[in-house]
């Protein structure tokens, strides 16, 4: 069983940074691709980064492309999420997803192939 917890959120204004962190319980490493999701009220969950789990593969969505960048410390069973030059539609509560896989070079990008869910954290963005 896989616990995550995420820590990092909070009121920021436009054009500043956050750093999300998602700590896993139990062994993780490099035998998990993991993601970052985000979701409005009201509105689907969507995917915002993903990576592989080896570090070596990451994915952005076109919006946080040059603003975001996705990293893990698999020593430390962990999972960053850098978020530079925020805007106010970054808003949102962000969460972390885990899901196994056997080729440690690929990422997911489908919530629904993702296993576990952390409770998410919750950006917000001022104009």
């Known amino acids: 069983q896989v616990q995550l917890v995420e820590s990092g959120g909070g009121l920021v204004q436009a054009g500043g940074s956050l750093r999300l962190s998602c700590a896993a319980s139990?062994?993780?490493?490099?035998?998990?691709?993991m993601g970052w999701f985000r979701q409005v009220q009201g509105k689907e969950r969507e995917l915002v980064a993903a990576?592989?789990?080896?570090?070596?593969?990451?994915y952005y969505i076109d919006s946080v492309k040059g603003r975001f960048t996705i990293s893990r410390d698999n020593a430390k069973n962990t999972v960053y999420l850098q978020m530079n030059s925020l805007k106010s539609e970054d808003t949102a509560v962000y969460s972390c997803?885990?899901?196994?896989?056997?080729?440690?070079?690929?990422?997911?990008?489908?919530?629904?192939?993702?296993?576990?869910w952390g409770q998410g954290t919750q950006v917000t963005v001022s104009s």
């Open positions: 139990g062994r993780t490493g490099s035998d998990y691709a």
């Open positions: 997803a885990a899901v196994r896989q056997w080729y440690t070079g690929s990422y997911v990008t489908n919530p629904r192939e993702y296993d576990y």
């Open positions: 990576i592989s789990g080896s570090g070596a593969n990451t």
